[in-house]
């Protein structure tokens, strides 16, 4: 089992930047894909961004591209989620996720919160206009 803490969420100004980390317990991080996901009030939790466990492939949804940067650093067992441009619509509680991959499968990533075994708590991310 894997415990997943999210930090560095807060309120920005439209047009300001985040640096979002998720730290991971245990000694096997870099036997998982990582996502992150994002819910706003009302709505359902959406795709953010994934990185695959050796960090060498990534995928966006299209409402981030251009502004956000996954990446991942398995000697420190962490992820990153790095915002710039930030929109109002951004504002959301925004969670990492751990997928256990099978070995081998390095360039495995999932855009669906199904496919994810382990979600952290969350961080409040508000953009003001």
């Known amino acids: 089992q894997v415990q997943l803490v999210e930090s560095g969420g807060g309120l920005v100004q439209a047009g300001g930047s985040l640096r979002l980390s998720c730290a991971a317990s245990?000694?096997?991080?870099?036997?998982?894909?990582m996502g992150w996901f994002r819910q706003a009030p009302g709505k359902e939790r959406e795709f953010v961004a994934a990185?695959?466990?050796?960090?060498?492939?990534?995928s966006y949804a299209d409402s981030v591209k251009g502004r956000f940067t996954v990446s991942r650093d398995n000697a420190k067992n962490t992820v990153y989620l790095q915002m710039n441009s930030l929109k109002p619509e951004d504002t959301a509680v925004y969670y990492c996720?751990?997928?256990?991959?099978?070995?081998?499968?390095?360039?495995?990533?999932?855009?669906?919160?199904?496919?994810?075994?382990?979600w952290g708590q969350g961080t409040q991310v508000t953009v003001s206009a």
């Open positions: 996720a751990a997928d256990v991959v099978a070995r081998g499968w390095t360039t495995y990533i999932s855009s669906e919160t199904a496919k994810y075994d382990y």
């Open positions: 990185i695959s466990k050796t960090g060498g492939r990534t």
């Open positions: 245990g000694r096997t991080f870099n036997n998982y894909a």
